[in-house]
């Protein structure tokens, strides 16, 4: 580790994108030719930290600046490709003298410290399944998918580990709690049977040979939620690092001497993919900030670290509006060349609003943890639709089908769906094949979103096409939120809707009846929110609780989410031919 040196800042250059044959390459591609691109084991086998890391030292990058970390307190540290190689061998030994195996998975609950980093991929060097969790996270999240992943593995830190300490005897096939205090922030004691990360990575040597994973061998998973059930994991291949790399390229149009700057969390799948995989898979240097979100510090984070290449979400662009146009007068933004978005619609009046402060536009991206990598891109050379999610990576078939899987005419609504088979496609949803083989119809992988396709080939978003929420780019499913609500003693039933929201596009609203004996007042609804918020996370939990009399039904029992949106939009109510008699 260095401590980091002022960069002196010279003109942007210009590049030309690395995708600009479009048509062209669309209609010639094979995975084959990309394939060729990355450099593969020795063996023949496919390591994503391998080709992130590994293969950059043996091409005379050593001392290339990998990751440029600025911490929540201020601290800077920077590590080389040689120094992430050693840390996540090291990774990869420890694990290795625990014992554990190819495919058993490993979970992190960390703030995004360069550990969670070095943890990510040493799990993948040792063949283990990773699976990065929200530090935001409460408790119950936490358990639900330890518990159902199986994780033999937790490496979490001080603070956090506080925070969940309830639900950790709650998890039989838990063996192993790793404990990281970064730079010795905190003063809680290890408990008794926890690992201290230092010690163990002090001890363990710094060379692993012995990756051994195939392209088909599973790597990284993401726990994602539907409109019914708790969330479910979705889980992906190696090869999935064939994707990530040529999108880090066309997408993003990453270019060798790029700073990169992606700003999703690794418990997001756009902080594995891009804020991990794809930059590093390119042999770019990337910065990481560990802070949330502030508008003065963000484009403070830019001008200082010299950002060239900047991903971030549609919320965060709206947020940067709202906190004014003087406020990045204040910076030199002048490095950026290229910035994209992803995660919820961007409206055109963001696109707009970049060009006159950025000089930029917003490039908008489509794809989802499902599908691993970006499947639909506003590529760099392309003129923009603002407005639209851009067009297909060559190599992709997307579709917009109707309930049968039939495809229907441009220009005509319908499910957005894609022909399986692209390398970073899930794999399965961990424990539930009924829910995996469900998302396909006809030949098509069925994505949950609706979408147009214009005359020319672009994608328009127009919304879900079931319950999930979509708040700040986070997918919350209601029922989660659901079954928190009904632990609290007063509460009888619960549902829960997304209300429109112009910030973060959707709020997570509940509507909750009580229990005989309990009366509605504002302290009881302050007490639900808190009581949400602690087990699930302030991201997760509701902005707002109304407590009604009884909540709609149908005849079988069923909240009927749909009307409670309805009601709550005033929007006429529908078909309620199944709504239960009152
Ligand atoms: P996640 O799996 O959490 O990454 O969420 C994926 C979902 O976010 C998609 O299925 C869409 O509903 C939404 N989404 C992602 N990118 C876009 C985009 N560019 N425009 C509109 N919605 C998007």
């Excluded at 990869?92 to 070095?118: C, H, M, Q, S, W």
């Excluded at 049977?193 to 363990?204: D, L, P, S, T």
């Excluded at 007063?490 to 909750?512: L, R, T």
Aim: glycine share 8%.
């Amino acid at each position: 580790m260095q401590l980091h040196k002022t960069i002196h800042k010279t003109n942007p250059p210009i590049l030309s994108p690395n995708l600009s044959e479009y048509e062209d390459i669309r209609s010639n591609f094979e995975w084959s030719s990309i394939e060729k691109e990355l450099d593969w084991l020795p063996n023949g086998g496919l390591n994503i930290a391998y080709e992130a890391i590994d293969r950059h030292c043996l091409k005379g990058n050593s001392n290339k600046i990998a990751m440029i970390w600025e911490g929540k307190n201020g601290e800077k540290e920077q590590y080389t490709f040689e120094e992430m190689r050693i840390h996540t061998n090291k990774f990869a030994n420890v694990l290795k003298n625990l014992g554990l195996n190819k495919g058993d998975r490993v979970f992190t609950f960390l703030d995004r410290t360069p550990e969670i980093y070095f943890s990510v991929f040493g799990t993948l060097k040792a063949g283990c399944i990773t699976g990065p969790l929200f530090s935001a996270f409460g408790p119950d999240p936490v358990r639900d998918r330890l518990e159902n992943s199986g994780a033999k593995v937790l490496i979490t830190q001080p603070d956090l580990r506080e925070k969940i300490k309830d639900i950790l005897h709650e998890l039989p096939e838990l063996k192993h709690v790793i404990i990281i205090n970064k730079n010795n922030r905190s003063e809680l004691p290890l408990n008794y049977g926890e690992i201290n990360y230092h010690e163990v990575m002090n001890e363990a040597d710094n060379e692993f040979d012995e990756i051994s994973t195939t392209r088909d061998d599973y790597s990284i998973m993401h726990y994602t939620s539907g409109t019914t059930g708790k969330p479910k994991g979705a889980f992906h291949r190696h090869n999935a690092a064939i994707q990530h790399y040529i999108t880090g390229k066309w997408c993003l149009d990453l270019h060798p001497d790029d700073i990169y700057w992606c700003t999703a969390d690794p418990g997001w799948v756009t902080g594995t993919s891009y804020g991990m995989c794809a930059p590093w898979i390119n042999g770019v240097t990337q910065v990481i900030y560990e802070g949330g979100f502030s508008a003065r510090k963000w484009y403070q984070i830019i001008q200082d670290y010299n950002v060239t290449v900047w991903y971030t979400a549609p919320t965060a662009i709206r947020m940067l509006m709202k906190a004014g146009n003087e406020v990045p007068k204040n910076f030199d933004l002048s490095q950026i060349r290229f910035c994209a978005s992803v995660g919820e619609p961007l409206n055109p009046e963001a696109v707009e609003w970049s060009k006159e402060f950025l000089g930029l536009a917003f490039h908008d991206n489509w794809w989802q943890t499902e599908t691993g990598a970006i499947m639909i891109s506003n590529f760099q050379f392309m003129d923009i639709k603002p407005g639209s999610m851009g067009k297909p990576l060559p190599g992709i078939f997307p579709g917009i089908v109707d309930d049968e899987g039939n495809e229907v005419s441009d220009g005509h609504r319908g499910q957005l769906a894609v022909r399986p088979g692209w390398p970073s496609m899930f794999q399965g949803y961990w424990n539930d094949k009924e829910r995996y083989d469900s998302r396909f119809k006809n030949g098509w992988y069925i994505t949950g979103d609706e979408a147009i396709r214009d005359k020319d080939g672009y994608y328009w978003f127009v919304g879900r096409s079931d319950d999930v929420i979509n708040t700040a780019g986070h997918l919350v499913g209601p029922f989660e939120v659901e079954s928190a609500l009904i632990e609290h003693p007063a509460v009888a039933e619960a549902g829960v809707i997304g209300k429109p929201d112009p910030i973060a596009m959707e709020v997570v609203k509940a509507f909750v009846s009580l229990k005989e004996g309990f009366e509605s007042n504002d302290k009881l609804r302050r007490e639900l929110m808190a009581f949400a918020r602690n087990k699930l996370s302030a991201g997760v939990a509701p902005r707002e609780i109304e407590i009604i009399e009884t909540l709609p039904k149908t005849r079988s029992g069923k909240i009927m989410r749909r009307l409670l949106k309805a009601r709550e939009l005033g929007l006429p109510e529908g078909d309620t031919s199944t709504l239960e008699d009152d």
